[in-house]
């Protein structure tokens, strides 16, 4: 178990010095350089600007220095809030970040897991097909797309909730639920699938035969087993949440990190493009890093591979 | 000859066969049916509609849907309607364009590294790897602001992030294909490689590529729409529906329709891909086959 885990820790090292390296590569390819703007710079103050940011050293110097850096936590200089560095912007999109992204998952969970049980346990009644709908929809239609009929129907026809912003409950509502959509539907395929494949198996036909009532059945012989698969989603899940926030955060005024990453864009502050870009796939990275071991925990066959 | 072809039992062949059972699938048929009529509307819009997508006209500015402005007008005067279909076009073609440049990569590369040696292809899907390491959308958001934002050049940036996904599929497909016994009395037979890759491999896994080509393309619809709403994908006056979106949520209040049209297009052709997958999953999947 321990070799296991120390073996993808190093892999996932390797991983994320790559990521950093075809995102500092990545960057040193975009046409024009950061100073490039609508107002001409003088020739003296490009250097100092390039000078201040390093950018005057040989690519692998400034690679170099990056990573260092990276070690440190500091994921370098914005070229547009002059007087902060990216984490520190980033640290104080996160939280609203995090809010979001976890109360999405909670949803997500809440949603996605008794959905599918219900559907496996009741294959083929109105129930399951109920269920695969849904998961076949929202699994389809962009959170966005959702996130918008969310508001034409509960702010502009039933005046119930506000359009957007951050910091009351009522405003965590809508974007959590049209981010928690797409995991939710992912979720609720996944248990149901992989319930149906338990429910087939051997022991659970010795438990039936002993005579264990069904919900014990259920909750202790199939659920456990079946959450398995359930669990090496959340990887992939996080992933979706990253992305669906991009879009969310700005349809709903929200000053994550993923509005942060997208004004980065706009702006073209390529110091705050390549941190967001690093600081997320770390957290890719890293969630499924831990799911794997996770995984390894729940099901030690895994170990022997 | 015609008494032997009457006696003789119907040819089967495996696409005669999945185009059969994706004919008595419904839903997949709608779906399909539904994508057709969305291309057709796209391709003769120019021809049919009097307006065109660009084409301002500030004395029907955000006008409701009437009779000589089928879905209204948006906060230029521009015919909605037009719009749409234009939009269509754009979201069409980045979704089907966005697929073959994923195949060009993705199939070579794939077919490549299940031949390549053991290092070889170690290395290349180690690299795989690292591309599946970052959100797509953010990959595509990074190699678009190298690339410039024209309309092919988002089709590259979807493809050049979305292949490592068919080049994983196609490699698994092929490494499973070798151990079979027609690819064995193909090499016994004295087959090259290359040529039984070419002619028994590679055909012979493309049921899998073009299910996972139809799931492509929503979401390279949604990447576009989705880049397009945070204004960084195509630029205007060219149509997109995730423009359409991002302009019309201004006048939300006053102009509900000008949101909900698009979105709901979105929606809906990316449900209709869905559909078709899943129909297309189904009638390939040799399992079922009777």
New interface residues.
């Given amino acids: 178990m321990l070799k296991y885990s120390i073996r993808r820790f190093f892999w996932i090292i390797l991983?994320l010095v790559?990521?950093s390296f075809?995102?500092f590569s990545?960057?040193h390819?975009?046409?024009g350089g950061p100073w490039d703007r609508q107002k001409e710079l003088a020739p003296q103050v490009i250097e100092n600007l390039n000078k201040k940011y390093g950018l005057d050293q040989p690519f692998f110097v400034q690679f170099g220095h990056y990573l260092w850096n990276l070690l440190h936590g500091d994921l370098g200089l914005s070229y547009t809030h002059q007087d902060r560095g990216v984490t520190e912007i980033i640290l104080q999109g996160l939280p609203k970040t995090a809010t979001l992204g976890i109360t999405a998952f909670l949803i997500a969970l809440l949603i996605g897991l008794p959905l599918g049980m219900a559907a496996a346990v009741k294959q083929n009644s109105i129930i399951d097909y109920i269920s695969v709908f849904f998961s076949?929809?929202f699994?389809?239609?962009?959170g966005?797309?959702l996130g918008?009929?969310l508001?034409?129907v509960f702010s502009?026809s039933l005046h119930l909730l506000p359009?957007g912003g951050w910091g009351s409950v009522r405003q965590v509502i809508m974007p959590a639920v049209a981010l928690a959509a797409l995991p939710a539907a992912y979720i609720a395929r996944v248990t149901r699938a992989s319930m149906l494949e338990v429910l087939r198996q051997d022991y659970i036909r010795t438990a039936r035969a002993k005579g264990l009532p069904e919900r014990l059945v259920l909750l202790r012989h199939t659920l456990r087993n079946a959450l398995i698969p359930v669990i090496t989603i959340t990887g992939p899940e996080l992933?979706f949440l990253?992305?669906g926030s991009?879009?969310i955060e700005?349809?709903f005024s929200i000053p994550g990190v993923g509005r942060l990453?997208?004004q980065g864009?706009?702006n073209?502050d390529y110091g705050l493009?390549m941190g967001t870009?690093i600081f997320?796939?770390f957290a890719?990275?890293i969630a499924?890093y831990v799911v794997d071991i996770l995984y390894a925990v729940v099901d030690p066959r895994i170990r022997y591979d | 000859m015609s008494v032997i072809a009457e006696t003789v039992r119907p040819h089967h062949t495996l696409w005669g066969d999945a185009f059969t059972r994706l004919k008595r699938n419904r839903v997949a048929l709608a779906g399909g049916i539904i994508i057709l009529l969305v291309a057709l509307g796209a391709i003769i819009v120019p021809f049919v509609s009097p307006y065109k997508f660009d084409q301002q006209d500030l004395n029907v500015v955000l006008h409701s849907p009437s009779h000589g402005h089928l879905m209204g007008t948006d906060g230029l005067g521009r015919d909605v309607f037009t719009r749409l279909f234009y939009g269509a076009r754009t979201s069409l073609m980045v979704g089907v364009f966005a697929q073959v440049i994923c195949l060009l990569i993705g199939l070579p590369i794939g077919a490549f590294s299940a031949y390549a040696s053991q290092r070889v292809d170690n290395l290349i899907m180690r690299f795989v790897d690292v591309v599946f390491a970052f959100p797509d959308l953010l990959l595509i958001i990074l190699i678009r602001a190298i690339l410039g934002g024209s309309i092919y050049m988002i089709f590259l940036a979807i493809g050049l992030v979305s292949w490592v996904n068919i080049a994983r599929l196609v490699r698994g497909q092929i490494l499973s294909l070798k151990q079979r016994d027609f690819a064995t009395a193909a090499r016994a037979m004295g087959g090259s490689s290359t040529y039984i890759t070419l002619r028994h491999l590679l055909p012979n896994s493309l049921g899998p590529v073009i299910v996972y080509v139809t799931f492509g393309i929503p979401r390279a619809i949604f990447a576009e729409a989705a880049l397009s709403y945070i204004g960084i994908g195509i630029k205007p006056p060219t149509p997109s529906w995730g423009t359409m979106i991002a302009n019309g949520y201004e006048n939300i209040f006053a102009a509900p329709y000008l949101v909900l049209i698009p979105a709901v297009a979105v929606g809906v052709l990316m449900l209709a891909f869905t559909f078709l997958g899943d129909g297309l999953r189904d009638a390939l999947d040799p399992r079922l086959r009777r």
């Fill in positions: 991983v790559a990521v075809i995102t990545l960057m390819l975009v046409p076949t929809v699994a389809s239609i962009p966005f797309v918008i009929f508001v034409l502009v359009t992933a990253i992305t991009f879009v700005n349809l990453f997208v864009v706009s073209r493009i870009t997320y796939a890719v990275a499924n």
